[in-house]
């Protein structure tokens, strides 16, 4: 008889515990049912997906908003711009925090990074006015354009000489003049750049360490303690490698700087102008800060626009009638006398909206960047949970048919006329007091590359050796940044003025001897 009452008290314990285990808490937003105390560990994205998809299938099925438990920890997933605009910009004094991921920010030190740092961290709010004041307005984004038109200028030299080489130009152009800007560095201009590939292979590595829910350690803290001879910690030699390229990628080019001030042969750049500002030489703890949010600059500005250029070609070869309308309009307004420049950007409408797609079309931050509240509040009568980590969809925002007509074709047409749609923007750039600061230096950057490729180059799709027309594969590849799958393009000068436009640079502007010779006289960083 106890035998059977013991069992009747245990099975209704073991009830009680199920349903407490796997019970959403009350008024959360909706989203799937949970599994006995690891909550919907297995609703994450699975690991090396492409996370967007997943969540956009998650909004399908729950709605604009939806959420998740994972041993306790809610996430909220906004999948509409009206729930991230409320939310995220609104109500931002709540919302502007960072979750802190154990193995990313802390383990492998990317928590310096001034895109990941806390907003209690003193040294976030004084690298975002250092941000602001060297390229966060359109004063101080004029002193730069000279360097990114002549940077634009010998990408477009080096496709022409080598158009089979397009995606290693890409690269080389956006990390150039981003290097010029922070470090006064000049890359190498033919071949690899040692700085460049030092700073890519961080950028490789930590979208790795950012996938969600690949890293126990993020979810058991504690787990760092346990001895890296213990069997299952392959992860702590993973951490400390991804921990030591990123002190490199943000040591050695400060240092590159210190050299060049102590040898009298430093040139403006923001490190230096840091330096100029403490009164010669940074020391301490306001180095360290300045030597990642000059990091900071790489890391959130060149990977991206890579990515978003890379689309722009993938998108004229798709759709030739959209380059050919804008060739016309370069034609019209420009003539063949001369490159478009930054001071023609009002007069060409018709580019602005195809940078305005190649943005919205594919984001190259798909899913954001996470977002953590610090105070509890409701939106549309759902409970938002202190300490929630919130994560932006901008994939589904931008593939919303209430915003966009017809999302997934490349239109630039729907940001023109007396109605436009919605400025995309307002979206992929981030939210609130977490806006990207480089949103200026990024726009220009694209804008000239566009302008001047469609200038003078004509693009299409590549033919095999039957003569058989490749099609791109126009599928994003996982990642923090997303980047399309490598492709092939046809790219040749639309006329023999055309080419000679492309080759005045070499007169004008004579390639500069690159900086790697004397970053390898560097004994330390």
């Known amino acids: 008889m106890f035998t059977v009452a013991a069992l009747v008290a245990l099975a209704g314990i073991a009830f009680f515990l199920f349903k407490l285990a796997t019970a959403r808490p009350r008024n959360l937003p909706p989203g799937p049912l949970g599994v006995p105390l690891l909550g919907n560990i297995f609703d994450l994205p699975p690991k090396g997906s492409r996370d967007w998809v997943h969540w956009q299938s998650h909004k399908e099925q729950f709605g604009p908003v939806t959420s998740l438990t994972v041993f306790g920890s809610t996430i ?71 360097v990114q038109d002549v940077e634009t200028r010998r990408f477009l030299l080096r496709v022409l000489r080598k158009p089979e080489t397009l995606w290693q130009q890409i690269r080389k152009e956006a990390g150039s003049v981003i290097l010029d800007l922070a470090y006064g560095y000049t890359a190498e201009p033919d071949t690899n750049d040692p700085l460049v590939d030092l700073i890519e292979t961080a950028l490789e590595q930590i979208s790795v360490a950012a996938q969600p829910g690949a890293w126990a350690v993020d979810f058991f803290p504690w787990l760092k303690y346990v001895p890296d001879w213990f069997p299952g910690t392959a992860w702590k030699r993973t951490g400390k490698d991804f921990a030591a390229a990123a002190d490199q990628s943000a040591a050695r080019p400060f240092k590159f700087v210190e050299m060049k001030r102590d040898n009298g042969t430093a040139v403006p750049s923001f490190v230096s102008n840091l330096h100029d500002q ?42 030739p009638e959209v380059q050919h309308k804008a060739q016309e309009e370069i034609d019209r307004v420009i003539g063949s006398e001369r490159l478009p420049e930054m001071g023609d950007r009002t007069q060409l409408p018709y580019i602005e909206a195809i940078v305005k797609e190649c943005l919205r079309w594919r984001p190259v931050l798909p899913a954001g960047l996470a977002h953590k509240l610090t105070a509890d509040f409701e939106y549309d009568g759902y409970f938002l949970p202190k300490d929630a980590t919130v994560i932006p969809d901008v994939w589904s925002m931008v593939m919303d048919a209430k915003l966009y007509a017809n999302p997934s074709a490349f239109n630039p047409d729907r940001f023109m006329g007396p109605k436009p749609e919605m400025d995309p923007r307002n979206i992929i750039f981030g939210f609130g007091r977490r806006i990207c600061p480089g949103r200026l230096l990024a726009q220009s950057s694209v804008f000239l590359t566009v302008a001047k490729t469609l200038a003078v180059f004509d693009i299409a ?57 004397e970053l390898a006289t560097m004994t330390s960083w």
Request: hydrophobic share 40%; with cysteine; glycine share 6%.
């Open 76 to 146: 909220i997933v906004l999948h509409d711009y009206e729930s991230a605009f409320e939310i995220l910009e609104r109500k931002c004094g709540s919302s502007a925090e960072r979750p802190e991921a154990e193995f990313m920010q802390k383990i492998c030190h990317w928590g310096h990074n001034v895109a990941l740092q806390t907003k209690d961290d003193h040294r976030h709010r004084i690298a975002r006015r250092q941000f602001h004041a060297f390229m966060g307005t359109a004063a101080a984004m004029s002193r730069h354009e000279d």
């Open 278 to 319: 403490a009164g010669g030489r940074l020391e301490g703890v306001a180095a360290h800060s300045a030597m990642w949010t000059a990091q900071s600059m790489y890391a959130g500005g060149a990977d991206t626009t890579v990515s978003t250029t890379a689309l722009f070609f993938m998108a004229m070869m798709l759709h």
């Open 461 to 517: 799709k590549t033919v095999d050796a039957t003569g058989s027309v490749i099609e791109p594969d126009t599928q994003m590849e996982a990642g923090l940044v997303s980047h399309p799958a490598p492709f092939q393009a046809r790219i040749a000068p639309r006329s023999d003025r055309h080419a000679e436009l492309i080759l005045e640079v070499e007169k004008t502007h004579p390639a500069k001897e690159s900086s790697a010779k």
